[in-house]
C-alpha cells in the first residue's frame, strides 16, 4: 500500500504544469487575521515552519489583525494569486460574508481554497457555582428560568457565540449571550463569576478544568475529546447531530493555479503530520484535517448555509 501511495505521488508530481514544479521561486507570506498568540497564529507558525522545508522556500507569518479577521482577508484578496500570499483564516472567514451587511470583498468568489487544516470542538463549561453538573440539568435550568444564565464568547458573530445560538435553537432554550473582545477576557470573567457559562475553546479551558475552577458540561463536537474522555458530547446527551466547532483554513487569492493549490496542500498535509506538529495539536484537543481544495470549498458550502439559518434566525448583524 505504501508503495502504490508512492507512485500515484510521483505520477501526479510529474503531470503537474511547470509553473506549479518550479513554485515557490520566493518567499511565501501566510497572513494571519488576528494578533499574534491566539489559535489561528499558534497553528501558522506551527506549519509554517515545516512547509519552509518541503517547499524549500521561508514560510513567513504576517499578523495583520482587525475588524474580526476583515483587514488581513481584505489584503489578502488584492494580492497576486501565485501563490506567494496566502492567507490562514478561522472559519469566521464564511460567518462574516453572512453577518456583514457590505464587506470590501467577497469571502467565497475573492478566494482560492487550499486546505481546512485543523478544527477544535468547543466546550460548554460553566462556573461552579451554577447549580448544573449535566446538559440535562442546564437545559432545565435554563427552561425553568428563561435567560437567566449568562453565557460569554469571544465576540459577536465568532463561532463560540454561534456556537451559543445553535444550541438555543436546537434545545428550544433562551440564554443572556454576552460578547467579549476576545475569549480571554470572557474566561476571565467566567473564572470570577461575573458570567456563568461559555461555549470556550479547548486551550482557553483545559487548564481551568484540571484545576477545578471551572465545571466541564459537554463538548459540541460529534465525538468526545481524547484529552478529557470523561466530558460527554451534546450529541449523546440528548441533542444528535448537534456540532459546533472552529476551523482554520488556508487560502490563497482568487483564480490560483490548481496545480499550485494542490502542491500547497500537499505541503499542508505534510506539515500536520509531523509527529511532533501532531503531537502538540493533539495535546490541545485539536483535529488534523489537511484536506483537498474541492473538500475545503464543500465544508465552507455547508457551513454557509448552517451559519446563515442560525444568523438569521437569531436576528444578528454587524456593522
Known amino acids: 500500500m505504501r508503495s502504490l501511495s508512492l507512485l500515484i505521488l510521483l505520477f501526479v508530481v510529474s503531470i503537474l504544469p511547470a509553473a506549479a514544479q518550479i513554485f515557490p521561486t520566493k518567499a511565501i507570506r501566510m497572513v494571519v487575521p488576528f494578533p499574534p498568540g491566539g489559535p489561528a497564529d499558534m497553528l501558522g507558525r506551527l506549519i509554517a515552519e515545516k512547509m519552509t522545508q518541503t517547499l524549500g522556500q521561508q514560510v513567513l507569518i504576517e499578523n495583520r489583525g482587525g475588524a474580526a479577521g476583515n483587514i488581513g482577508a481584505e489584503a489578502v484578496a ?3 494569486n501565485d501563490g506567494h500570499a496566502l492567507l490562514l483564516n478561522a472559519s469566521s472567514h464564511v460567518i462574516n460574508g453572512i453577518l456583514y451587511d457590505k464587506l470590501p470583498y467577497d469571502p467565497i468568489k475573492d478566494f482560492t481554497p487550499v486546505s481546512l487544516v485543523a478544527q477544535y470542538n468547543h466546550i460548554l463549561v460553566a462556573h461552579p457555582s451554577l447549580p448544573v453538573r449535566s446538559l440535562k440539568e442546564f437545559v432545565e435550568l435554563a427552561r425553568a428560568k428563561p435567560g437567566s444564565i449568562s453565557v460569554g464568547n469571544s465576540g459577536a458573530g465568532t463561532p463560540g457565540h454561534l456556537a451559543g445560538e445553535l444550541f438555543m435553537i436546537t434545545a428550544g432554550i433562551k440564554m443572556l449571550m454576552v460578547s467579549y473582545k476576545g475569549s480571554a477576557p470572557a474566561t476571565t470573567d467566567l473564572l470570577g463569576g461575573q458570567i456563568q457559562a461559555m461555549f470556550n475553546n479547548p486551550v482557553n479551558s483545559l487548564p481551568y ?3 477545578g475552577t471551572m465545571r466541564a458540561i459537554a463538548v459540541t463536537g460529534k465525538k468526545r475529546l ?3 474522555p470523561n466530558i460527554p458530547t451534546v450529541d449523546e446527551s440528548g441533542y444528535p447531530g448537534f456540532e459546533a466547532g472552529t476551523w482554520f483554513g488556508l487560502y490563497g487569492p482568487a483564480g490560483m ?3 499550485i493549490a494542490a ?3 500537499d505541503s499542508v498535509a505534510r506539515a500536520v503530520k509531523q509527529p511532533d506538529v501532531a503531537k ?3 495535546d490541545q484537543a485539536w483535529d488534523v484535517v489537511a484536506n483537498t481544495p ?3 470549498a464543500q465544508v465552507m458550502g455547508e457551513d454557509q448555509k448552517l451559519w446563515s439559518h442560525v444568523i438569521k434566525s437569531a436576528g444578528l448583524k454587524a456593522n
Do not use: I, Y
Open 263 to 265: 502542491r500547497l496542500q
Open 226 to 228: 481524547a484529552v478529557v
Open 78 to 80: 488584492r494580492m497576486p
Open 209 to 211: 478544568l484540571q484545576a
Open 294 to 296: 474541492a473538500e475545503f
Open 280 to 282: 502538540k495539536l493533539a
Open 257 to 259: 493555479s490548481p496545480a
